[in-house]
């Protein structure tokens, strides 16, 4: 049954709580490119987001770099490939990232 969930103390919560300890072992490296607010140099960045949805009975997963405005697709049978397939590019840094076309640059102030 369809319940409402129970607000959120504080709108948001933290993304190291709304993983459980399988996903953020199994796939790290998806993770940490989920959840990380900051670059290894310290400055802030936005995270990541994934989108998950069949398309023709196969599991496409779209990954969103939102902070570089790039998209990424995988397409696999099952869903823990294409979770594999993403951990697997992001380690060797091979992703096949194309320009994100819905993105929406704020333009620079004059």
Do not use: H, N
């Amino acid at each position: 049954m369809l319940k409402r969930p129970k607000a959120i103390e504080g709108g948001v919560l933290p993304a190291q709580d709304a993983v459980d300890g399988e996903f953020s072992s199994r796939y790290p490296t998806l993770w940490d490119y989920l959840s990380q607010a900051a670059w290894e140099d310290g400055k802030a960045r936005q995270t990541s987001t994934l989108f998950i949805f069949l398309d023709d009975g196969k599991w496409t997963v779209m990954l969103k770099d939102r902070d570089r405005e790039l998209v990424a697709f995988f397409k696999a049978e099952r869903l823990t490939v294409c979770l594999t397939l993403i951990e697997d590019a992001l380690c060797s840094d091979s992703v096949d990232w194309r320009a994100d076309r819905k993105a929406t640059r704020k333009s620079p102030k004059s």
